[in-house]
C-alpha cells in the first residue's frame, strides 16, 4: 500500500497516517506532509514498520508540491492512495476589514492547495488505470455558514472542484472520493466555544474515514448522523436556511 497524504503533522491527518500504519503495518509506503519538520518526525516515529518520507512544504507553494509528489514517483512509483486533507478554518466576517485578506489565504490552502496536491498525481495515476484521490471537504461546503464564509466557500469549490475531476477521471480505473466530515475533536475544532453535534475523536473519525474511502462511493459524509442532518439541509429553501442559520453560533474571529 502507498499512501501520499498532506496536513499529516495534526487531527485527522495524523489520525490517518497512524490508521493505515496500523492495517497495513511493514506493508505500508507513507509520504507525510506539513510544514513543520519536527511535528511529522515525531508522527513518523509513531509509524511502526511502515516505510516513512517526509515532505516538508507549504501546500500554497505549488513548485514545492510537484517537487514532493515528483520525489514520491520517483522512490515508489504511483500510489494507490493520494489524500489531500491540508486545510484551515477561520472565523469571518464579510464586512469586516481584512476580511478580504483571509478569504484569500483560505482559498489558496484549501481550493487550489488541495487541487495542486492531487493534480501531479492525476497523469501517473491514469497511466497506470488505477489509483485513489481523494480530497477532504466539509459539511460546511454544502451551505453558507455564518461567521464562516471564506471556509465554506473554500469547501464549496473543493467538493465541485473534486466532483470535476471525477468525471474527467470517469472510465479511468481511477476513483475520485470527496470526504466531507462533521465534527471531528482536533486543533482546529478545539478553539470553537459552542456545543458540536455529534463531535468524535480523530481517531474514531479516521477510521470512518478510510471506510468511507474504500466503500466506493463518490462522495461521503462522515458521521452517518451529520449525513441525515445534511440531506435535509442541503434541500431547505434559501429563507428557511436563512431563518435557521442566522441562529446558529459562528466561529470566533481572530
Ligand atoms: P488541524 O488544524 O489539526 O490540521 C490541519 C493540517 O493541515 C495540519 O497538519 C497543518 O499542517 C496542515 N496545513 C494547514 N495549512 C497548511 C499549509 N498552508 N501548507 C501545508 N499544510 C498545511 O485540522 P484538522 O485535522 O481538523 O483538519 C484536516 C482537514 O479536515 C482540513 O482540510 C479541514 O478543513 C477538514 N475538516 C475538519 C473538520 C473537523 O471537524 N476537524 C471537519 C470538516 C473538515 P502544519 O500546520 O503542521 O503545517
Not at 25 to 45: F, S, V, Y
Not at 172 to 192: A, H, K, L, Q
Request: glycine residues 12%; charged residues 20%; contains cysteine.
Amino acid at each position: 500500500m502507498k499512501l501520499f497524504i498532506t496536513g499529516a503533522s495534526s487531527g485527522i491527518g495524523a489520525a490517518l497516517a497512524r490508521h493505515y500504519a496500523r492495517l497495513h503495518a511493514g506493508d505500508l509506503i507513507i509520504g507525510i506532509a506539513g510544514r513543520h519538520a519536527e511535528r511529522l518526525t515525531t508522527l513518523g516515529g509513531e509509524l511502526g514498520r511502515a516505510c516513512v518520507q517526509t515532505y516538508i512544504h507549504d501546500v500554497t507553494d505549488r513548485i514545492a508540491l510537484r517537487k514532493a509528489a515528483d520525489d514520491f514517483l520517483l522512490r515508489f512509483g504511483t500510489p494507490d492512495l493520494v489524500i489531500a486533507n491540508a486545510g484551515i478554518s477561520t472565523g469571518t466576517d464579510g464586512g469586516r476589514d481584512g476580511d478580504m485578506e483571509v478569504l484569500s489565504r483560505v482559498l489558496e490552502t484549501n481550493v487550489t492547495g488541495l487541487a495542486a496536491t492531487l493534480q501531479p498525481f492525476v497523469v501517473p495515476m491514469r497511466t497506470a488505470g488505477r489509483g485513489r484521490l481523494v480530497g477532504i471537504a466539509s459539511v460546511a461546503g454544502f451551505r453558507g455558514l455564518p461567521g464562516s464564509g471564506a471556509y465554506s466557500a473554500s469547501k464549496a469549490a473543493a467538493i465541485a472542484w473534486l466532483e470535476a475531476l471525477r468525471v474527467e477521471l470517469h472510465g479511468s480505473g481511477v476513483r475520485v472520493v470527496t470526504i466531507c466530515p462533521g465534527y471531528i475533536d482536533t486543533p482546529m475544532t478545539r478553539v470553537n466555544n459552542y456545543i458540536m453535534p455529534f463531535v468524535m475523536s480523530a481517531e474514531e473519525g479516521a477510521k470512518r474515514i478510510a471506510r468511507a474511502i474504500d466503500s466506493g462511493r463518490s462522495l461521503v459524509i462522515v458521521p452517518w448522523q451529520m449525513r441525515l442532518v445534511f440531506s435535509v439541509l442541503r434541500l431547505l429553501p434559501p429563507w428557511m436556511h436563512d431563518a435557521i442559520f442566522s441562529r446558529v453560533p459562528r466561529k470566533p474571529l481572530i
